[in-house]
Structures are given as structure tokens and as C-alpha cells.
């Protein structure tokens, strides 16, 4: 491109990227063919001042060039939001192994216990109260927990749409 096809940067030294939506001014911005031969029907972005006061460093950004800026930012934030998501998966994945050791752990000691006073109760020649409705067979135990599963990843959802919506509204 020629040095007459690039220019959102005006003498001031303020530059605009992406698609502008108003002037340096405050003016609202609108699109305008080019008339010269170099780019002949080429879009651009000015705002009416601009136009009419040729003197004054006004607002001047090619459509082309606009969109693709605005491409590359949002490609830019697609990218971050990608790699946040990888890293908290990875994050929760450990989490939720460790919490999963946890609770193997405390139904491993729990069974020990119950065994402990199944085995007190039946040594004492009391009446049968472990029956198989009172103790907890292998299948009931390892459902015991399913509700506060269920919590957990419920939480563990909301908490992951809340922080992508604060990352994508930042």
C-alpha cells in the first residue's frame, strides 16, 4: 500500500484500532468512497468536520484496515479466553481428583468404623439391629455422596460461566 492508503494516525500521534465509531472531535463517524486514482471507490471512515474542513486533523481510517484490526483484536481475545479455559480445566481436574481421594479416604474410614461397632454390637448379645435395611451395603455407600456431587459440580459450573463472563465483559 501506498503511504497515501494507510492513515488512522493523524498528526496529533492518536491512533485508532479497530472499527472507529466517532471522531477525535466527538463527531459521529461515516463511510465515503475514495475519489482518487490510487484508490478509486476505496471505503473510509470520516466524520462530516473532517470532510468539509480539509485543514483540521480529523478522523481518517480505512474500512479495510479497520476490520481487519478488529479481526486480529478479537482473534487476540479468543486466543487469552482459550488458553484461561485450558488452565481452568486443568485446575478444576486436580481439584476434583483431590476432593475425589478425599471422600474415598473418609468412606474408607467410615466403613472401618461401622465395621468397628457392627462387630461391638454383635459381641454383646444384643437384639439384631444390623440388618440388611441398617447397614450400608458397597453400592448404597458409594451413592451415599451423590447428591453433594452433584452440588459440587453444580458449583463448579456456575463458578466457571460467572468467570467467563467477567473475562468476556472486561
Excluded at 462530516?48 to 483540521?56: C, D, F, S, V, Y
Excluded at 478488529?70 to 482473534?75: A, F, K, L, T, W
Excluded at 481421594?101 to 468404623?113: N, S
Amino acid at each position: 500500500m501506498s503511504s497515501s492508503s494507510s492513515s488512522s494516525r493523524s498528526h496529533t500521534g492518536r491512533q485508532t484500532t479497530g472499527i472507529p465509531t466517532r471522531c477525535w472531535c466527538g463527531a459521529n463517524l461515516t463511510t465515503f468512497g475514495a475519489q482518487t486514482k490510487e484508490n478509486l471507490f476505496r471505503r473510509f471512515y470520516r466524520c462530516e468536520i473532517g470532510l468539509k474542513r480539509k485543514t483540521e486533523h480529523h478522523l481518517f481510517k480505512w474500512v479495510d484496515e479497520a476490520i481487519v484490526d478488529e479481526i486480529n483484536m478479537v482473534d487476540a481475545k479468543h486466543s487469552q479466553l482459550k488458553e484461561d479455559v485450558d488452565s481452568f480445566k486443568i485446575y478444576t481436574s486436580r481439584r476434583l481428583e483431590i476432593q475425589a481421594k478425599h471422600i474415598e479416604q473418609t468412606l474408607h474410614q467410615l466403613k472401618i468404623l461401622m465395621d468397628a461397632k457392627t462387630d461391638s454390637c454383635c459381641t454383646q448379645d444384643s437384639p439384631a439391629f444390623t440388618t440388611e435395611d441398617t447397614l450400608a451395603s458397597p453400592t448404597v455407600a458409594s451413592t451415599a455422596y451423590n447428591p453433594l456431587t452433584n452440588i459440587a459440580v453444580a458449583a463448579i459450573a456456575l463458578g466457571t460461566m460467572a468467570w467467563i463472563y467477567a473475562r468476556l465483559t472486561n
